[in-house]
């Protein structure tokens, strides 16, 4: 499967994000590291109430963690999966139509879903409406 065209194709989709979104991240992270030991003042700069500009670089970090996750996610949706999809379905010996073969993750949703059905809130040890 690794020398399949479409699987090759595949990594190199992934390593297309990857690697540019990475090398960015690290480098908005870098400049509030280098700027938080060198550029003080700058830092301390009060932009309203007690909030200075070294806060609004470290809210900003999180508000781009999850910038990046969503993208991430919009992207792989779009370009990965339905190629992975594809690869999976063929790897599992589906034919044409059919629906692959569930997988350990799919076994592991089906018996987390069936453990909470038999537990009920009395069994986690919190007190339910009914107790």
Not at 17 to 31: E, V
Not at 81 to 109: C, I, S, Y
Not at 110 to 131: H, N, R, V
Request: aromatic share 12%; net charge negative; charged share 20%.
């Amino acid at each position: 499967m690794r020398d399949d065209p479409r699987f090759v194709e595949l990594k190199r989709r992934l390593k297309v994000f990857i690697f540019p979104m990475s090398i960015a991240f690290f480098a908005w992270y870098l400049l509030y590291v280098l700027m938080s030991a060198f550029a003080r003042d700058t830092m301390a700069i009060v932009l309203f109430g007690s909030v200075n500009v070294a806060l609004v670089f470290g809210l900003l970090q999180f508000v781009t963690t999850f910038g990046i996750a969503f993208i991430y996610a919009r992207y792989a949706a779009r370009r990965l999966d339905p190629l992975a999809e594809e690869l999976r379905t063929e790897l599992n010996g589906a034919g044409a139509g059919a629906v692959a073969a569930p997988g350990p993750a799919d076994n592991l949703a089906d018996d987390l879903a069936d453990d909470l059905a038999d537990t009920g809130p009395a069994a986690s040890g919190m007190k339910g409406a009914d107790e």
